[in-house]
């Protein structure tokens, strides 16, 4: 890590950090008054994401029905699957609160983060201390993509997208499978909900109203 001088912020974005059980203590022992910010979306999209990027790369992969379930007859979920695992936030988050007190974690919401990126953005400068310098005016949806794309406003250059790897179409499921996924995660989201004091609304962005 570079050295961070007076009135510097150093900010370093590995995702796997959050799903690593080392990573906790040994980010607490470099420097226990670190400020975490964890992005979090709806752990059903987020495994048919992680799917589709890995499809992109390996097409000759089983199908995400196939990978999903130990026993399929049965409605086991495999949550040693990677895909399905990393959504098991609660389980995760229980690490690294034994390192961190949640005050020193922000959750930023995907959902809101694509519909609402200056809100999100307002509360991630709140968080860190800053003057909120980033506003709507820094953000243009692309309709193509399906998500904001970063501009600055003095400046006449396009505005910065994600890149290729990101919005990519995803593949069609079976909704009985995704049905099952919704029934296998909701505890583990309510837990989410109830340890950080947030409600993500997955459910109800799934329609279980």
């Given at each position: 890590?570079?050295?961070?001088l007076?009135?510097q ?13 080392e ?6 022992s ?83 983060l ?61 909704p ?15 837990m ?18």
């Amino acid at each position: 890590m570079p050295k961070t001088l007076d009135g510097q912020i150093t900010m370093e974005k590995t995702p796997s950090y959050f799903v690593t059980g080392e990573a906790p203590k040994r980010i607490h022992s470099m420097a226990k008054d670190t400020r975490l910010i964890v992005v979090v979306r709806n752990p059903v999209t987020r495994a048919i994401s992680d799917y589709t990027q890995t499809l992109s790369k390996k097409p000759e992969i089983p199908t995400f029905e196939v990978l999903a379930f130990k026993n399929r007859t049965l409605g086991l979920i495999d949550a040693s699957w990677s895909a399905i695992r990393i959504g098991l936030y609660a389980l995760h988050l229980e690490s690294w609160l034994r390192y961190f007190p949640l005050a020193q974690i922000h959750f930023v919401s995907g959902e809101r983060l694509i519909v609402d990126p200056a809100g999100e953005m307002a509360a991630v400068q709140d968080f860190l201390g800053l003057t909120r310098l980033v506003t709507e005016k820094h953000f243009y949806f692309n309709k193509t993509k399906g998500f904001p794309c970063l501009k600055k406003p003095e400046d006449s250059s396009a505005p910065r997208c994600l890149g290729k790897s990101k919005g990519r179409t995803h593949p069609r499921i079976d909704p009985d499978v995704i049905r099952r996924l919704r029934k296998f995660y909701k505890p583990f989201n309510t837990m989410f909900y109830q340890m950080t004091g947030q409600d993500f609304q997955w459910e109800q962005e799934e329609g279980d109203k």
